[in-house]
C-alpha cells in the first residue's frame, strides 16, 4: 500500500469570513467517523506510516491546500498540527496573507515567477 495527502481545501464561496471554520470542520479530527474504513489508516508520524504499510493500509497525511484558513495568524500553524496537518503550500491559486497565487495581479508577483 502507499501514503496519500488529503488536502484540507476552502472554495472561494467561504473567504475570506468563512475560511477558518470551514477548515476547521474539514479536518479528519472534527468529528468521529460513524464507520470506520479499514484500509485507511490516518498518520501523524513517520512510526504510523510505517505501521499503516506494514498493515497494508493506505496512510493518508493530513495537507492544506493554500494558506487561507490561517490568515496573518501563525500561531493557528500549531492548532493544525495538533488536528494532523503535516504539509501547507502557502497558495493553491489565490493570494493570501503568505503568499501571492497564480491568479493574483502581476504586480504583487515576483519579477519571473
Do not use: W
Not at 484558513?69 to 502557502?90: C, K, Q, T, V
Not at 497558495?91 to 495581479?105: C, D, I
Amino acid at each position: 500500500m502507499g501514503v496519500l495527502g488529503v488536502a484540507l481545501y476552502v472554495e472561494d464561496k467561504h473567504l475570506p469570513d468563512r475560511s477558518l471554520p470551514v477548515a476547521l470542520d474539514r479536518s479528519p479530527c472534527s468529528k468521529p467517523r460513524s464507520k470506520p474504513i479499514r484500509v485507511l489508516f490516518f498518520c501523524r508520524t513517520f512510526a504510523e506510516i510505517e505501521a499503516a504499510q506494514r498493515d497494508q493500509k493506505i496512510g493518508l497525511i493530513l495537507t492544506m491546500e493554500g494558506a487561507e484558513p490561517l490568515g496573518s495568524d501563525l500561531h493557528l500553524i500549531s492548532i493544525f498540527y495538533r488536528l494532523g496537518l503535516r504539509a501547507i503550500s502557502l497558495t493553491h491559486a489565490r493570494e493570501n496573507a503568505a503568499a501571492a497565487g497564480e491568479f493574483s495581479p502581476p504586480a504583487v508577483r515576483r519579477p519571473g515567477a
